[in-house]
């Protein structure tokens, strides 16, 4: 069974802080595939990244930037120099390889971003 | 492109009635996906439609939840009778095929059950 954890429910920051989202995921899987989508008020999931579990490089783009730490576990995302327009849910999700397409998704961090 | 496009986008029904929600996935997309999000809780699967077959039902409440997808475009999810559990954002996804990596979302439905 895969389970995926994002243990902090709300955040909240001032505009220009740095943020790091946290989730930790479970499978016996070995490889396998983890993604970052943000959900903002108008309710559409936007996907953000997808990773391999082959590929333990950390990947920036833009503001963001994400590290995945296979050791523990671990896929956090970091939105430096946070924006209002960064307020949202976020959630992180995992696919096993042998799980068709389907996706587990944690329970979500809701991010506010104060100006 | 067009995105997935879903409707209604907001329901209020009474428990015991009967409810329905269509869903247009992005055009040539081969799989569907159905989930149901729980207010601060992430999306859970309820049906992927691979074509006009099902792929994957496992978490569908079959006895009171149904979904078609007759001619492997539109879907539509049924839920008869409805219970005041069922309240929760249905969210409808689409990608090229079943292996394929990303999922679209559309708006999603939001059904309250009083």
């Known amino acids: 069974a895969q389970k995926v954890t994002q243990a902090q429910t709300e955040i909240s920051v001032v505009e220009k802080e740095d943020v790091t989202l946290d989730c930790v995921y479970e499978t016996r899987d070995t490889t396998y595939y983890l993604f970052w989508y943000k959900q903002p008020p108008s309710g559409e999931l936007v996907f953000l990244i997808r990773r391999n579990s082959f590929d333990e490089q950390n990947e920036i783009s833009g503001r963001y930037s994400w590290n995945f730490q296979k050791s523990t576990s671990s896929f956090n995302f970091t939105i430096t120099a946070s924006q209002v327009v960064d307020s949202a849910v976020y959630f992180c999700a995992l696919r096993p390889n042998n799980a068709g397409n389907m996706l587990t998704f944690g329970g979500g961090t809701r991010l506010m971003v104060k100006p | 492109e067009a995105g997935v496009a879903q409707s209604p986008r907001y329901k209020i029904i009474e428990k015991r009635q009967s409810v329905a929600f269509w869903c247009n996935p992005i055009?040539?997309?081969?799989?569907l996906y159905w989930y149901q999000q729980i207010l601060g809780q992430g999306p859970k699967l309820l049906i992927q439609?691979?074509?006009?077959?099902?792929?994957?039902d496992s978490q569908l409440p079959k006895d009171r939840f149904s979904a078609e997808r007759l001619k492997g475009v539109d879907s539509t999810l049924k839920i008869q009778p409805a219970k005041l559990e069922d309240s929760a954002v249905y969210l409808c996804a689409s990608s090229l095929d079943g292996r394929a990596y990303e999922q679209f979302f559309g708006p999603g439905t939001r059904l309250t059950v009083l």
């Open positions: 439609f691979q074509n006009n077959g099902v792929v994957d």
């Open positions: 055009s040539g997309h081969a799989t």
